[in-house]
């Protein structure tokens, strides 16, 4: 027996790579602060995946699938050959491995890409948004999640028979991933390192998180809504939404005085409500003319929550009861629940002072999108919203 290299550089770089973004994503798929971070990893898992597929095909002599090319029936015989205790070793992946690691890619690919239409629509953002409506990203959003569950299973399942084939032929196989090398009969044909396409591989990953977290999370805000707005940078490349409609006569008469909320916030019978009883606005007189009126109506109504189209205006207007007509943003169901987890501390640092300062915390508050990447608590309040 002899001590040569199986694993390539490849390989192991894509295996571990793979393994901490699957981890990451994890961790991170609850959280609307961590939503950047969680999309980046999906993109990370697709293109790895790609990467796999390729050097299957022009690998080194135990990437290539064709040395690990066994059917299902292949696998279960190895199962119960483990599972006996007399199973026999191989120095590349055995039958029920490789069937693993088919089924991880497959996985792989179907978490990716439901994500990515999940994105594009319940969040209306990234590079399909627009393509679907928010019910059929919700309708994704139940397969990536349902996959996601699956593959942490699979995963679960091949780390147990790293464990069980590791104590069955005594050897440590998940160190043999980390430096390459396994004991083999003498002859046995090793791999070479490969070290310039693990390190093309390492330089693409390392170039797209640079380019993730320096220019598409930081860019200003002005740049993806195409004009000026307050508040810190936050996402614009990476989270791209539709645009929301806007009309300069609402926004002059609705914002003298506060900031202007956007209709999908409410539902339209909620603005009709607001607008019959504009001489008691909340302890004021709008004093509108009846043309100027109608004019701002018209619009809050064509553009409220019940054409849903943001996440925001989809989930206030669900929330909202038939006989219900709340008067408030801060009244609706959604809103109390979205942000129950708030510090009254936080309710009253100097940089909030009031719910109904949504520009305090939500970047694009103006624009009405509502993004969950665009949010962030004042860094002075130690407390966040529950995603």
Same mark, same amino acid.
């Given at each position: 027996m002899q001590r040569i290299l199986i694993w390539d550089v490849p390989t192991r770089l894509f295996h571990w790579t793979l393994a901490a973004s699957f981890a990451g994503a994890w961790l991170t798929s609850e959280s609307d602060q961590w939503l950047s971070v969680h999309v980046f990893l999906g993109y990370l898992m697709l293109g790895l995946v790609v990467f796999r597929l390729v050097w299957g095909l022009? #690998? /080194?002599?135990? %990437? @290539?699938?064709?040395?690990?090319?066994? *059917?299902?029936?292949? =696998? $279960?015989?190895?199962?119960?050959? !483990?599972?006996?205790?007399?199973?026999?070793r191989h120095v590349g992946h055995n039958p029920t491995g490789s069937?693993?690691?088919?089924?991880?890619l497959l996985l792989t690919l179907v978490v990716g890409v439901t994500g990515f239409f999940t994105l594009g629509?319940?969040?209306?953002?990234?590079?399909?948004?627009?393509?679907?409506?928010?019910?059929?990203?919700?309708?994704?959003?139940?397969?990536?999640?349902?996959?996601?569950?699956?593959?942490?299973?699979?995963?679960?399942?091949?780390?147990?028979?790293?464990?069980?084939?590791?104590?069955?032929?005594?050897?440590?196989l998940a160190r043999s991933m980390l430096t390459g090398s396994k004991?083999?009969?003498? #002859? /046995?044909?090793? %791999? @070479?390192?490969?070290?310039?396409?693990? *390190?093309?591989?390492? =330089? $693409?990953?390392?170039?797209?998180? !640079?380019?993730?977290?320096?220019?598409?999370?930081?860019?200003?805000?002005?740049?993806?809504?195409?004009?000026?707005?307050?508040?810190?940078?936050t996402p614009n490349v990476a989270f791209v939404g539709a645009k929301l409609a806007d009309n300069a006569q609402w926004r002059d008469e609705c914002g003298s005085c506060h900031m202007a909320f956007h209709p999908s916030l409410l539902p339209s019978r909620s603005w009709e409500r607001i607008m019959a009883q504009q001489q008691q606005h909340f302890g004021a007189d709008l004093g509108l003319d009846a043309a100027t009126s109608a004019a701002v109506l018209a619009f809050l109504s064509a553009n409220s929550a019940d054409r849903r189209a943001?996440?925001?205006?989809?989930?206030?207007?669900?929330?909202?009861?038939?006989?219900?007509?709340?008067?408030?943003?801060?009244?609706?169901?959604?809103?109390?629940?979205?942000?129950?987890?708030?510090?009254?501390?936080?309710?009253?640092?100097?940089?909030?002072?009031?719910?109904?300062?949504?520009?305090?915390?939500?970047?694009?508050?103006?624009?009405?999108?509502?993004?969950?990447?665009?949010?962030?608590?004042?860094?002075?309040a130690a407390s966040k919203a529950k995603p």
């Open positions: 022009v #690998g /080194t002599r135990y %990437a @290539r699938f064709s040395s690990f090319w066994f *059917g299902p029936k292949d =696998a $279960l015989t190895y199962l119960r050959q !483990v599972l006996s205790g007399h199973a026999p069937l693993a690691i088919y089924l991880l629509g319940e969040e209306q953002q990234g590079a399909v948004a627009g393509w679907l409506g928010i019910v059929q990203g919700r309708g994704f959003k139940k397969l990536h999640e349902l996959s996601a569950w699956l593959m942490l299973l699979l995963v679960l399942g091949h780390l147990a028979g790293v464990v069980v084939e590791s104590l069955l032929h005594r050897e440590n004991l083999a009969d003498a #002859g /046995t044909p090793a %791999a @070479r390192p490969r070290w310039l396409v693990a *390190g093309l591989l390492l =330089a $693409l990953m390392a170039g797209f998180g !640079v380019w993730w977290f320096f220019y598409a999370l930081h860019a200003p805000l002005e740049k993806q809504l195409g004009r000026p707005v307050g508040g810190p940078q943001t996440e925001a205006a989809f989930k206030i207007e669900r929330s909202i009861q038939p006989q219900d007509v709340p008067l408030r943003v801060t009244q609706t169901p959604y809103w109390v629940k979205k942000h129950r987890d708030i510090a009254a501390a936080d309710w009253q640092s100097p940089l909030v002072k009031s719910k109904s300062n949504c520009a305090a915390c939500h970047s694009d508050a103006e624009a009405g999108t509502f993004l969950d990447a665009a949010m962030r608590i004042p860094r002075n």
